[in-house]
T-cell receptor, first 113, second 117 residues
Framework: TQLLEQSPQFLSIQEGENLTVYCNSS?????LQWYRQEPGEGPVLLVT?????EVKKLKRLTFQFGDARKDSSLHITAAQPGDTGLYLCAGLNYGGSQGNLIFGKGTKLSVKP | ETGVTQTPRHLVMGMTNKKSLKCEQHLGHNAMYWYKQSAKKPLELMFV???????ENNSVPSRFSPECPNSSHLFLHLHTLQPEDSALYLC????????????????FGPGTRLTVL
């Protein structure tokens, strides 16, 4: 069974601090996505990474896909209260015929003013 | 706006009721999904429809019955649910991975918060 482990599960920080969230697996993924979910809403896609070692930036958010395509990280610089939410990583099964995503449990981030 | 809508947003039902959840996507996608999201658990994939055919049924109890009349609409029919079925039910859509170069970017609706009494 493929699993994606996210850490930390919970993170509470002050506005302006930096943070990194991790997503790890023993399985190889053909691509990996990060979503953010706010209370009472569905997850919203932030980014997709495909190539091992790939780095993508979205304003203050930096996403990296591990060289072996088994792990990923999300780094937020100078966090703001608007960054508060549940961050989910999801991997696409390498070679899977149905292309179903495997989701991690998420990291719940709270950024206090 | 995500292009995927779900109704109702909130539903309270008794264990003997029959109700249906509705999902509609306006993104031109040809794959649709039902997920269950419970506290402290990863998103659980329930059903997948690709090109209007059900391609995945992840050991979901028969009290949940999906229906996909066309590529834009997806229903989840509920019957004699249990209190442990209370959760957020999310619908998502995507291009089919084989048509999208092996990438499966899913777009989610806002979900239906279901409470079973």
């Amino acid at each position: 069974t493929q699993l994606l482990e996210q850490s930390p599960q919970f993170l509470s920080i002050q506005e302006g601090e930096n943070l990194t969230v991790y997503c790890n697996s023993s399985s190889v993924f053909s691509s990996l996505q990060w979503y953010r979910q706010e209370p009472g809403e569905g997850p919203v896609l932030l980014v997709t990474v495909v190539t091992g070692g790939e780095v993508k930036k979205l304003k203050r958010l930096t996403f990296q896909f591990g060289d072996a395509r088994k792990d990923s990280s999300l780094h937020i610089t100078a966090a703001q209260p608007g960054d508060t939410g549940l961050y989910l990583c999801a991997g696409l099964n390498y070679g899977g015929s149905q292309g179903n995503l495997i989701f991690g449990k998420g990291t719940k981030l709270s950024v206090k003013p | 706006e995500t292009g995927v809508t779900q109704t109702p947003r909130h539903l309270v039902m008794g264990m003997t009721n029959k109700k249906s959840l509705k999902c509609e996507q306006h993104l031109g996608h040809n794959a649709m999904y039902w997920y269950k999201q419970s506290a402290k658990k990863p998103l659980e994939l329930m059903f997948v429809y690709s090109l209007e055919e059900r391609v995945e049924n992840n050991s979901v109890p028969s009290r949940f019955s999906p229906e996909c009349p066309n590529s834009s609409h997806l229903f989840l029919h509920l019957h004699t649910l249990q209190p442990e079925d209370s959760a957020l039910y999310l619908c998502a859509s995507s291009r089919t991975p084989t048509l999208a170069g092996g990438i499966n970017e899913q777009f989610f609706g806002p979900g239906t918060r279901l409470t079973v009494l």
